[in-house]
């Protein structure tokens, strides 16, 4: 089966820099996305990543290693609004999407 | 922006009703559609994958009989609670497929959600 591993929560101060991890048990998968939650929201795409490397987007950027099986989002500039869970997520060949438990992201005033 | 409608956004309803959602791709036509639902404070789990004109592939642990999936047109996909029961209480989340029509490497759009409460 597959697995992705994420912290349960983050604490950052605003205006800071913040790293989610994502490690993950899954083979045959296109590519690792992030996606944004806030509560009572519906998941909202951050960023892909099919090719191992840097993706950046922004404030946000994205980072792959196949070889590690790992990933993580990083957040720049951090701003209240950020506050919410962000899940990676795998993408099979067929767009079937499986995510990950999440990560909680606290932003201290 | 392709954007995918979900109704209602919100219901409550007694134990023991049906209860159904519906999910439509308002500017694209959709084959495949995705249904996930998510308890508080835990992940999206996918349910089912909706295919027009054939039958839903359900995850394992999906009860079919319990969850019914119709997707009779290439905009519209409706997921059926059936006798729902307290511990049916969840979010429940659509996303279409763009297929060939892919946006900025996003394969699903997702839909706002429905939040289900059973008394």
């Known amino acids: 089966g597959q697995s992705l591993e994420q912290p349960s929560e983050v604490t950052a101060v605003e205006g800071a820099i913040v790293q989610i991890n994502c490690t993950y048990q899954?083979?045959?998968?296109?590519?690792l996305s992030w996606y944004q939650q806030h509560d009572g929201g519906a998941p909202t795409f951050l960023s892909y990543?099919?090719?191992?490397g840097l993706e950046e987007t922004g404030r946000f950027s994205s980072f792959l290693s196949r070889s590690d099986s790992y990933g993580y989002l990083l957040l720049q500039e951090l701003q209240m609004k950020d506050s919410a869970s962000y899940f990676c997520?795998?993408?099979?060949?067929?767009?079937?999407?499986?995510f990950g438990k999440g990560t909680r992201l606290h932003i201290l005033p | 922006g392709a954007v995918v409608s979900q109704h209602p956004s919100w219901v409550i309803c007694k134990s023991g009703t049906s209860v159904k959602i519906e999910c439509r791709s308002l500017?694209?036509?959709?084959?495949?559609m995705f249904w996930y639902r998510q308890f508080p404070k835990q992940s999206l789990m996918l349910m089912a994958t909706?295919?027009?004109?054939?039958?839903?592939?359900?995850e394992q642990g999906v009860e079919k009989d319990k969850f019914l999936i119709n997707h009779a047109s290439l905009t519209l996909s409706t997921l059926t609670v059936t006798s729902a029961h307290p511990e049916d209480s969840s979010f429940y989340i659509c996303?279409?497929?763009?297929?060939?029509?892919?946006?900025?490497?996003?394969?699903?759009?997702f839909g706002d959600g429905t939040r289900l409460s059973i008394l």
């Open positions: 996303s279409a497929k763009m297929g060939d029509y892919y946006r900025g490497n996003q394969p699903q759009h």
């Open positions: 899954t083979s045959g998968f296109y590519g």
């Open positions: 990543n099919a090719l191992d």
């Open positions: 997520a795998v993408r099979f060949r067929d767009d079937k999407i499986i």
């Open positions: 500017d694209f036509q959709a084959t495949t």
């Open positions: 909706s295919n027009e004109g054939s039958k839903a592939t359900y």
